[in-house]
């Protein structure tokens, strides 16, 4: 019987506690329980999906356990899809005023947000999960929830920006909650 519950505790890797507030919120609904490492990992040149691959399947090895992994981040049309696979970089120098002086002229505000988990264990090849969802740049930061550019992207079909909205609500259409519910549906099949 514990063996049964305990096979259902996933390790998530990550530096960012935001992320483990809402991964928690939408996998603990989805029967999953997920327990936190700051364990760092290398994160290689290459795609969001490159780096979720590598990422979860050294994590894996290292702590011998089951684990997951998420990189994301924010890609703006009118920027070439820029910040990209550097939003965490260009959040902490640029900042979301330096986006938004980017964009001063720019009148396509199209943006989507992604999100690629990983998943892996200490003996099996790397899974990944793709959760994306669309939106647009505000002119103006909005919003006291969420965290890094929530203030600044409005989602598609609402008026607010993730900013705006308390954890709950970006939970339940997110790319975090996308790419996690995927990855929920995959592994409840794994037995
Ligand atoms: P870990 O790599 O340790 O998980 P991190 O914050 O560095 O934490 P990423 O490498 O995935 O995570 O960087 C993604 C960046 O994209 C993140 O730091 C934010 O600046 C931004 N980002 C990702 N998801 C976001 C969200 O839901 N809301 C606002 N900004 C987000």
């Not at 919120?25 to 290459?46: K, R, T, V, W």
């Not at 691959?53 to 820029?82: H, M, T």
């Amino acid at each position: 019987m514990s063996e049964k519950i305990n096979s259902k505790i996933i390790t998530f890797i990550t530096g960012n506690p935001h992320k483990v507030k809402e991964a928690q919120g939408i996998l603990n609904n989805l029967g999953i329980s997920l327990e936190h490492a700051d364990l760092g990992y290398p994160e290689i040149q290459g795609d969001l999906e490159d780096v979720a691959l590598y990422g979860a399947q050294y994590a894996s090895r290292r702590l011998g356990k089951p684990v997951i992994v998420e990189d994301a981040g924010l890609f703006i049309k009118a920027l070439k899809w820029f910040p990209g696979t550097y939003s965490s970089y260009v959040q902490e120098t640029l900042g979301n005023k330096g986006i938004l002086k980017l964009m001063s002229d720019v009148e396509d505000r199209y943006a989507e947000f992604r999100s690629v988990v990983g998943y892996c264990t200490p003996k099996t090849e790397p899974e990944v999960f793709l959760g994306t969802v669309k939106g647009r740049i505000r002119y103006k930061e909005k919003g006291r929830y969420g965290f890094a550019y929530d203030p600044l992207f409005i989602p598609e079909g609402y008026d607010e920006s993730f900013g705006e909205l308390q954890r709950v609500e970006k939970n339940r259409f997110s790319h975090r909650r996308k790419s996690l519910e995927k990855f929920a549906l995959w592994y409840k099949d794994q037995g």
